[in-house]
């Protein structure tokens, strides 16, 4: 199952570290990373301070990565005037003691959690067992999120499409 995981760090030295070692071992025990950007929330925007493309990405899954793409773009875009002020408080309730967040969508959760200076990997998994990534991160202070990339592709498109629309509405 493809999923984009974004794990969330304070502490830069972790967020490079987790990269760096991943990296090195993409595909482990049949989960396999296909991409990966690291970015940072400077100014208030998003950043984008490194990435990875593994060599097992095909052309298949291009498509699917070009939602981490998307994904980035509105983190540090127009969507976080989207998200109300209640989100960090439902967020906030949602994580459990697997420090897993569940309730709400990825966007909204990376938006309300990247404070400044924090940074997030956001990959592009092909993982049958969710069990085998979380594992490799387990070691740093991150705290970890899970979508379907399909469902994700789809509200990227959607909080495009609004963004845009609001644009237009702002223009007029």
Do not use: W
């Not at 990435?51 to 070009?66: A, H, I, P, R």
């Not at 439902?90 to 897993?100: E, P, S, T, Y």
Request: net charge negative; with cysteine; glycine share 10%.
């Amino acid at each position: 199952m493809y999923n984009i995981v974004g794990a969330m760090f304070a502490a830069e030295s972790e967020a490079r570290e987790a990269l760096n070692t991943l990296a090195e071992a993409p595909k482990i025990n049949g989960t396999t990373i296909l991409q990966m950007s690291l970015v940072k929330r400077k100014n208030g925007e998003l950043k984008l301070c490194d990435n990875f493309t593994s060599e097992y990405l095909t052309s298949k899954d291009t498509v699917k990565g070009g939602v981490i793409g998307g994904l980035i773009g509105l983190l540090g875009g127009p969507i976080t005037a989207l998200l109300g002020g209640a989100a960090g408080v439902l967020i906030g309730d949602a994580v459990d003691a697997d420090n897993k967040l569940d309730s709400q969508d990825l966007i909204e959760q990376v938006a309300q959690r990247l404070e400044e200076g924090d940074m997030a990997l956001i990959m592009l998994v092909d993982e049958a067992d969710e069990g085998i990534l979380d594992h490799r991160l387990v070691k740093y202070n991150t705290l970890v999120v899970r979508y379907d990339a399909e469902t994700i592709a789809k509200e990227v498109e959607a909080a495009e499409k609004r963004a845009q629309e609001l644009a237009e509405q702002n223009d007029d």
